[in-house]
């Protein structure tokens, strides 16, 4: 893994770069987060108090055993999980507070989400993929802002392409596109070189990375590689549903 992004994810930056705007304060603040999954003697204390501010700006890893937490940790700060107690406040708006469909809003406004799985609609092309959360928040020329987005991860001859038509890193890619489209001040990562070879997986890091550098956004990343890790400015390790340590690159 490079000790820092190469210059080749910057260049493709660069056709399309929408600085968004910082608050003042933690982008994120979790307060005292508690959430278990289960019923009965089946139910799973999965985060136990966890108290955590991410700056803006700042790329983050989450790192730690499997089953720690990591991942269910980057669903409640992205609101697509409600903690059982706790507070988490993002860009100064309370999570709690907001009804599902606020919600839902909300995070298709500030917060870009990858999975390491992709989650492409199969019978959508690359372009439509890309579009539809631009169509659903009823945004104008959704088709000519998808198109830009997957010129800057370099995708922009693979327009009318479906998933099956591409490989792992260009479907992953779509998947970036598709979670900046929106300009969010958020990226959230869960794992996304999980599914790659080690060639592809370097990609995908280098411009995660450059696009977290040029459009000012914030990035948290979940992540069992090393290297990876190093290449953010702080690492936060759990174990058992709990913060272990906060470590500064």
Known sequence: ???????????????????VPRPAGPTIALSDIDLSLGRGAARVHVLRGISLDVAAGEA???????????????????????????????EGTDLGALSEDDLARFRGRRIGIVFQAFHLVPTMTAIENVALPLELAGKDGA???????????????????????????????????????????????????????????????DLLFALKRDRGATLVLVTHDPGLARLCDRTVRLRSGRVEEAMAA
Request: net charge neutral; aromatic share 0%.
């Open 1 to 19: 893994m490079p000790d820092k992004p190469s210059s080749v994810a910057s260049q493709t930056t660069r056709q399309t770069i929408h600085q």
């Open 60 to 90: 983050v890893g989450l790192v730690g055993p499997s089953g720690s937490g990591k991942s269910t940790l980057l669903m409640v700060m992205a609101g697509l999980e409600r903690p059982d107690a706790g507070r988490i406040v993002v």
């Open 143 to 205: 088709h000519e802002r998808a198109a830009a987005e997957l010129a800057a991860v370099g995708l922009g001859h693979r327009l009318h392409h479906y998933p099956a038509q591409l490989s792992g890193g260009e479907q992953q890619r779509v998947a970036i596109a598709r979670a900046i489209a929106p300009d969010p001040a958020i990226l959230v990562a869960d794992e996304p070189t999980g599914n790659l070879d080690e060639t592809t997986g370097r990609q995908i890091v």
